[in-house]
Every structure is written in C-alpha cells, then in structure tokens.
C-alpha cells in the first residue's frame, strides 16, 4: 500500500532535528565548548590537573634565570638582537645600558639591567605613540 498523505514522514522530521542540532553545536564558540568541557570534568580529575599545573609552574620557576645572573656581552647581543657595536653605543654614547667592565674590553651585565632597559624602551615607545595621537 502506497502512502500519499501530506503528513511529513517522522522518521524524516527526527533526521532533520537531529542534524539541526548538529549545526547548533558546531556553531558554538570555543569558549562555549569549553566551559561545556569543563562542567563534564569530575573532581579527581581537576585535582589532577592541578596538581600537574602545580608541577609546571614549580618546573618553570627552577628554569628561570636568575636576574642578579652576569651576562656576556655575546649573550646580550643575542637577547637584544643587536650587533657588538651597537651594544657599545647603548654603553657609551646613550647611557642606557651600564655594564660591569672585568678587562680592557670584556664586559658583563646584570641580567635585570638589560630587562629593565627594555622594558623602559617599551614605556618610552607608548608613551611617544600615545604623544603624537
């Protein structure tokens, strides 16, 4: 027997509902996936991953270097991307880097010196951009 009615079949309506919802959850932002993800996780688990983030950070503060640690002057011209020249102007001529001369020409820098000189480069370079708008 031949089904001719206009009634819409429902197996057909449940496969279109189902797919809409599909669509609906691809369409949620990362940060909505996320969350859901988060609900989902039991307690053990998030001790776990805190215990674990816990180890990290402890790993990351051993490896940091020390900011009273003597750098070279190739290893400051590496952290700074500049040539040895260059680094000399920085000493001699515009006075933002003060080194710790050991010889003739070998010198050492603290490492918090060379970070804060970057970071007042940095301040300084805001602060002009900011002068100008």
Do not use: W
Not at 24 to 45: P, Y
């Amino acid at each position: 027997m031949l089904h001719t009615s206009k009634t819409p079949n429902p197996s057909a309506a449940t496969s279109k509902l189902s797919t809409l919802k599909a669509v609906v959850i691809t369409e949620q932002s990362a940060e909505d996936r996320l969350l859901n993800n988060l609900r989902n996780i039991q307690d053990d688990e998030l001790h776990e991953i805190r215990l674990q983030l816990q180890a990290i950070k402890t790993e990351l503060e051993r490896l940091k270097p020390a900011s009273d640690e003597l750098l070279t002057m190739k290893e400051v011209c590496k952290m700074l991307k500049l040539s040895r020249p260059s680094v000399h102007t920085l000493i001699h001529k515009k006075k933002k880097l003060k080194p710790v001369q050991l010889l003739d020409q070998d010198f050492r820098f603290l490492r918090k010196d060379v970070e804060a000189m970057i970071a007042d480069s940095y301040k300084n370079l805001l602060s002009g951009t900011s002068a100008q708008d």
